[in-house]
């Protein structure tokens, strides 16, 4: 009933997460950074963290039979809340077409590097 997804962040092992849980039809996606890691790699721009934020958020849904429509629940976080407008057509673009209950949080990250984490919980039809 219950499957994790691993990413192969060094942060699954040292924290002791799963980058996404599968439960039933429920997919819960642990707050993701936009950290590239094929490129190990994370860019200084808040626009293009939070591309690629979603491009492994779309990862680990896909690893649960699951895609971004189905997501019917979104966190961002931010250290800098003035950065948030800057996201606003991107984040439309991945979530407009299915329109998840969202908050934002403006909260320290992990990693100063880091501007901005999202979290989501998708349902699978």
Known sequence: MR???LQGSVFEEQIGYARAVVHGNMVFVSGTTG???????IS???????KQ???NIEWALNEADAAMHQVVRVHY???????????HS?????????K???TMFSAGLADPKMKIEIEVT????
């Not at 200084?44 to 939070?50: A, L, N, Y």
């Not at 998708?122 to 039809?125: E, M, N, V």
């Open 53 to 55: 934020c979603l491009k």
């Open 122 to 125: 998708a349902i699978k039809d």
């Open 44 to 50: 200084d721009d808040v626009v293009e963290q939070t």
């Open 100 to 102: 998840p209950a969202a």
């Open 3 to 5: 499957r994790e997804i």
């Open 35 to 41: 950290y590239d890691y094929a490129a190990q790699t």
């Open 77 to 87: 976080i931010l250290p800098d809340a003035d950065d948030f407008p800057k996201c």
């Open 90 to 98: 991107t984040l439309r673009d991945a979530f407009g077409g299915s």
